[in-house]
């Protein structure tokens, strides 16, 4: 997407967003920016913020897929998915911290990560290519963030807003999905050692797998496949949770591992993005 190719709204809300980034002040909802209910002018928005990052060293390896919930897709009004790139430099160490002040709004939620070995270039992907094709699972914690004040989006808002991401956290042991059910696996999440989440497989798309064969085809259809060595955030296994400086997440996934991440208190005398605590029901 060149310069002179960008429709004008496209490159306002773009601009929006990314200033809301830079500077860490949540902006207004950017759907009254874009035709009514236009995801893919949203799509266009989400592309031209990722081609900038690029342009300035940044480097997508992956890929997340939000909208994993029935339940949410039925708030939104939407029956399908989205999906946003993974940077280079989203990724936070296993129990490693998140610095204060580097995200707006973090909630956090546990899922399963692919790892794959192998290209999906197909449009008509099935889970025979993309079991094929994954090299291994992790278990992960996204670290969701929104550049909307209040968390108060649309579809269109979130896909706009590479589909709300923030940070992801990897565990550090490789699984290979050989005997490994990804439907059947639990998942429980604790916030300073108390259960804030909990939920299966099953709660995403049926299965991490039918999610990942969604994202496929999705992208082979529109010429950008993923790729040998793509991480693949698959989806919420179960409800998000808010995070605040000084607190630690730990998430286990049966089969999978633990895998853990703090958010670090600020240096005394500084001030941190706005607090969750205003922000809305998630959408993400």
């Given at each position: 997407m060149t310069t002179g190719d960008v429709p004008a709204a496209v490159a306002k809300t773009a601009d929006v967003l990314a200033e809301a980034s830079r500077t860490a002040v949540p902006?207004?909802?950017v759907r009254g920016l874009l035709p009514d209910g236009d995801v893919a002018a949203a799509y266009a928005v989400q592309r031209l913020n990722i081609e900038r990052a690029l342009t300035g060293g940044r480097r997508v390896i992956?890929?997340?897929i939000g909208l994993t919930s029935p339940a949410v897709q039925r708030q939104l009004g939407v029956d399908q998915p989205d999906f946003g790139a993974l940077l280079s430099d989203m990724a936070v160490p296993e129990y490693g911290a998140v610095p204060a002040g580097r995200l707006l709004?973090?909630?956090?939620?546990a899922e399963v990560a692919l790892v794959l070995g192998a290209d999906l270039p197909h449009a008509q992907c099935t889970v025979a290519d993309v079991l094929r094709a994954v090299d291994y699972a992790l278990p992960a914690l996204e670290i969701v963030d929104s550049r909307i004040a209040g968390w108060d989006i649309t579809i269109v808002d979130t896909v706009a807003d590479n589909a709300s991401s923030?940070?992801?956290v990897l565990g550090g042991t490789p699984v290979s999905l050989t005997g490994l059910?990804?439907?059947s696996v639990t998942m429980t999440m604790t916030r300073d050692g108390?259960?804030?989440?909990?939920?299966t497989g099953a709660a995403c798309l049926g299965s991490p797998l039918n999610a990942a064969v969604w994202l496929a085809s999705t992208l082979a259809a529109i010429g950008d496949p993923l790729r040998a060595g793509d991480?693949?955030?698959t989806g919420a296994?179960?409800?998000?949770?808010?995070a605040r400086p000084g607190m630690t997440f730990e998430a286990h996934i049966s089969g999978l591992g633990r895998v853990g991440v703090t958010f670090a208190e600020p240096e005394p005398g500084t001030e941190t993005a706005a607090s969750p605590d205003a922000a809305k029901e998630d959408r993400s």
């Amino acid at each position: 997407m060149t310069t002179g190719d960008v429709p004008a709204a496209v490159a306002k809300t773009a601009d929006v967003l990314a200033e809301a980034s830079r500077t860490a002040v949540p902006c207004p909802p950017v759907r009254g920016l874009l035709p009514d209910g236009d995801v893919a002018a949203a799509y266009a928005v989400q592309r031209l913020n990722i081609e900038r990052a690029l342009t300035g060293g940044r480097r997508v390896i992956g890929r997340k897929i939000g909208l994993t919930s029935p339940a949410v897709q039925r708030q939104l009004g939407v029956d399908q998915p989205d999906f946003g790139a993974l940077l280079s430099d989203m990724a936070v160490p296993e129990y490693g911290a998140v610095p204060a002040g580097r995200l707006l709004q973090p909630r956090v939620e546990a899922e399963v990560a692919l790892v794959l070995g192998a290209d999906l270039p197909h449009a008509q992907c099935t889970v025979a290519d993309v079991l094929r094709a994954v090299d291994y699972a992790l278990p992960a914690l996204e670290i969701v963030d929104s550049r909307i004040a209040g968390w108060d989006i649309t579809i269109v808002d979130t896909v706009a807003d590479n589909a709300s991401s923030g940070l992801f956290v990897l565990g550090g042991t490789p699984v290979s999905l050989t005997g490994l059910d990804l439907r059947s696996v639990t998942m429980t999440m604790t916030r300073d050692g108390e259960q804030v989440s909990a939920g299966t497989g099953a709660a995403c798309l049926g299965s991490p797998l039918n999610a990942a064969v969604w994202l496929a085809s999705t992208l082979a259809a529109i010429g950008d496949p993923l790729r040998a060595g793509d991480v693949v955030l698959t989806g919420a296994l179960g409800p998000m949770a808010d995070a605040r400086p000084g607190m630690t997440f730990e998430a286990h996934i049966s089969g999978l591992g633990r895998v853990g991440v703090t958010f670090a208190e600020p240096e005394p005398g500084t001030e941190t993005a706005a607090s969750p605590d205003a922000a809305k029901e998630d959408r993400s």
